[in-house]
T-cell receptor, first 113, second 112 residues
């Protein structure tokens, strides 16, 4: 089966611009998660979708971040406007229902200059 | 205090060595413990998981949990250059199991 696909793999934008990250989960996986790793820090949870609904968005840093999941399939994470501290690697993961089924994508490396 | 603490390393060992990777955690209510492996420019992949205290073995890998001291370990026997990666301990917080709290990860290099 195809894995979790994220794109772009790398994005460099200027402070104040908008960037949209996309995640295509494994087909049939209802659970989709976004995580982020900023330099030198641990990977941190951002939010969790069950199908198209936000189950837990307690990790979203502020209202500059907007996540959507269209029709319970792919998800987008938009950062608007981007700030320097938003730089990091954004990971998407999907699962069929338990934490043990987590499959991560390769991540999107975001650099805000 | 962080929920999960992990020595970031880096750790460099010769091929064939036994590797010990460790994490401590703060919440005694934690029940599930996981180890992820992350190769460079890739996402983390689940390596092993354990429930409560005790050992779990899978090939050259052994995961160990000591709940009395809130200490979890991953041992790698007969380490290989292909084991060179970052190893992350991960714990789902009590009261919820869908999100995971990660340690910072220990970068391991196995030298041929």
């Amino acid at each position: 089966e195809a894995g979790v696909t994220q794109f772009p793999s790398h994005s460099v934008i200027e402070k104040g611009q908008t960037v949209t990250l996309r995640c295509d989960p494994i087909s049939g996986h209802d659970n989709l998660y976004w995580y982020r790793r900023v330099m030198g820090k641990e990977i941190k949870f951002l939010l969790h979708f069950v199908k198209e609904s936000k189950q837990d968005e307690s990790g979203m840093p502020n209202n500059r971040f907007l996540a959507e999941r269209t029709g319970g399939t792919y998800s987008t994470l938009k950062v608007q406007p981007a700030e320097l501290e938003d730089s990091g690697v954004y990971f998407c993961a999907s699962s069929s229902g338990t934490i043990y089924g987590y499959t991560f994508g390769s991540g999107t490396r975001l650099t805000v200059v | 205090q962080k929920e999960v603490e992990q020595d970031p390393g880096p750790l460099s060992v010769p091929e064939g060595a036994i590797v010990s990777l460790n994490c401590t955690y703060s919440n005694s209510a934690f029940q599930y413990f996981m180890w992820y492996r992350q190769y460079s420019r890739k996402g983390p992949e689940l390596l092993m998981y354990t429930y409560s205290s005790g050992n779990k073995e899978d090939g050259r890998f052994t995961a160990q949990v000591d709940k009395s001291s809130k200490y979890i370990s991953l041992f790698i026997r007969d380490s290989q250059p292909s084991d060179s990666a970052t190893y992350l301990c991960a714990i789902p917080p009590s009261g919820g199991y869908q999100k995971v709290t990660f340690g910072t990860g220990t970068k391991l290099q196995v030298i041929p």
